[in-house]
């Protein structure tokens, strides 16, 4: 059975110490400077610069299905993860970068810290700037997704959501979520600091910093990574492909999945073959694995219930919740996934067209059982459960 594990632990490296709780990893790492195959996506001759996007992994409040917008807060194990599993794919391409960007936001600098310790490039400058910080979703930060759509409907909601000019309503400045009551924004004057934006709003946030920031690297050649958010990333698409305001909004931005993009001498795009208009650049990522990535960005303004999955079957329904998932596997609730529990629910898969064989299960369960102690704790399976697939009515 295929099973992508996302972690540092395929490619047999060792984290740094301030990693060593978050991600499963191992003994010997690869040097910075080997490539370890010939790369997918050649870089064009007539290649200036480059720059790569990457939205961060899940957050706690991905993981809630919650409005997060400038809320500030942490990747969830499995966010960690993801960015590990970006980290793996842009070192098998062989990328280094010169500089990177991010916003202040906890979830992009956290997956760029991660990025670089992986990839051995925590020396490069970073800099950070609310410029690229998520759009403000203003009354909407921190409510739940699905109950918000029953309460307003969908169509209103998706609105909010995916219209280019169409500003949920604003927060009030008694909110916590306002951002002038936050100390990383008191030296920006209040009339600068949003209560609410669209997509519109974001591009205009964006493009100065684009301008003043990071084309100056871009036009001196440099190899620019740029750590952010679904629509700050969104809008500099705009921008650089020269993408319409309608199809901008339709443009789905996975989580922590490589967006490469080969700019030449005048900062243009070079289409690359592998790319699905309108956008130029191309995703790092195995072309299924990104679908069902996008369809669930695309679901999540309806909130609809997912599988986690583990390999080629999913084990059961999470709702949006791994902890539910894990239990549900764990039948005698000990905290722990033992070999039979594992098999107990592989086998509800079987069907007449999917046989899971008792070797495949044996399979499974060492590579999930990442420490080798012969169960299944929760940490290892958030790092094993990497796709999550809307249910199809």
């Not at 993860?81 to 070192?91: D, F, K, L, R, V």
């Not at 998932?325 to 529990?341: P, R």
């Not at 169960?375 to 790092?383: G, M, N, R």
Request: proline share 6%; aromatic share 8%.
């Amino acid at each position: 059975m295929a099973l992508g594990l996302a972690s540092a632990a395929l490619l047999g490296w060792t984290c740094p110490a301030r990693l060593l709780q978050q991600l499963p990893c191992s003994s010997t790492r690869p040097a910075r400077t080997v490539v370890p195959s010939i790369s997918m996506f050649e870089r064009p001759s007539n290649t200036h610069a480059s720059i790569v996007f990457l939205r961060h992994g899940q957050s706690t409040w991905n993981e809630a299905s919650l409005f997060t917008g400038w809320a500030d807060v942490e990747l969830t194990a499995l966010g960690k993860n993801e960015a590990a599993t970006a980290a793996t794919s842009m070192w098998r391409e062989g990328i280094t970068f010169d500089l990177a960007f991010t916003s202040r936001l906890k979830r992009a600098y956290q997956t760029l810290d991660i990025v670089l310790d992986i990839t051995d490039q925590q020396d490069i400058p970073v800099h950070r700037t609310s410029r690229l910080n998520e759009r403000m979703y203003g009354a909407l930060t921190g409510l739940n997704k699905k109950e918000t759509t029953e309460k307003y409907g969908e169509a209103q909601v998706k609105e909010w959501r995916r219209s280019y000019s169409v500003r949920p309503p604003d927060v009030e400045f008694d909110s916590p979520h306002y951002p002038g009551n936050d100390n990383k924004y008191c030296h920006i004057p209040e009339k600068f600091l949003p209560r609410a934006e669209c997509l519109k709003d974001t591009v205009e946030r964006a493009l100065p910093f684009w301008h003043g920031s990071i084309e100056p690297a871009l036009k001196r050649g440099k190899t620019v990574l740029v750590a952010a958010h679904g629509n700050s990333i969104r809008g500099l698409l705009k921008y650089l492909d020269d993408v319409s305001e309608d199809a901008i909004t339709s443009i789905e931005i996975p989580t922590a999945v490589p967006l490469v993009y080969h700019l030449d001498e005048h900062l243009r795009p070079i289409p690359s073959a592998a790319a699905e208009p309108p956008l130029s650049g191309v995703f790092l990522a195995d072309e299924a694995d990104l679908k069902a990535k996008q369809a669930k960005v695309a679901a999540e303004a309806s909130a609809p219930q997912t599988w986690a999955c583990i390999g080629e079957g999913c084990l059961m329904l999470a709702d949006e919740d791994l902890t539910r998932a894990f239990a549900k596997v764990d039948s005698d609730g000990d905290g722990l996934i033992s070999f039979n529990e594992l098999e107990g629910a592989v086998d509800i898969l079987s069907t007449d067209q999917v046989q899971i064989s008792a070797q495949d299960v044996a399979a499974l369960f060492n590579e999930v059982d990442l420490n080798g102690d012969g169960v299944i704790d929760f940490e290892e399976f958030v790092a094993a459960v990497t796709k999550t697939e809307p249910v199809q009515a």
